[in-house]
């Protein structure tokens, strides 16, 4: 079976994508999107992630063997935000800004 999401996000020649995922949630972003997406496995229910007031760019997503996934955003001359996702899908810490 194959399903489509339509995903709000930029995209394009040059785009580059970040993706991970967890047991249940897959997460995907782009360096040309203020915000990343949460994609529930399954049901493909989809929740958009980030919109800092700066509006930085997706920089990266990673995840780790305990199902935590870190969406990180701006970096450089943008002050930088991440949202940090526990196993279960929910938001377990955000932040950013200048030390």
Same mark, same amino acid.
């Given at each position: 079976?194959?399903?489509?999401?339509?995903?709000?996000? !930029?995209?394009?020649?040059?785009?580059?994508?970040? =993706?991970?995922?967890?047991? *249940? @949630?897959?997460?995907?972003? #782009?360096?040309? /999107?203020?915000?990343? !997406?949460?994609?529930?496995?399954?049901?493909?229910? =989809?929740?958009?992630?980030? *919109? @800092?007031?700066?509006?930085? #760019?997706?920089? /990266?997503?990673?995840?780790?063997?305990?199902?935590?996934?870190?969406?990180?955003?701006?970096?450089?001359?943008?002050?930088?935000?991440?949202?940090?996702?526990?196993?279960?899908?929910?938001?377990?810490?955000?932040?950013?800004?200048?030390?």
């Amino acid at each position: 079976m194959t399903n489509k999401v339509t995903l709000p996000l !930029v995209g394009g020649s040059g785009v580059r994508c970040s =993706m991970a995922a967890n047991s *249940g @949630f897959v997460f995907i972003g #782009t360096d040309q /999107s203020t915000q990343a !997406v949460r994609l529930t496995k399954g049901s493909l229910e =989809m929740q958009t992630i980030g *919109g @800092f007031s700066n509006a930085p #760019t997706v920089t /990266s997503i990673t995840a780790n063997a305990y199902g935590y996934v870190i969406v990180s955003f701006g970096g450089g001359s943008v002050i930088p935000g991440v949202v940090i996702f526990g196993p279960s899908g929910n938001v377990e810490g955000d932040g950013g800004g200048q030390s």
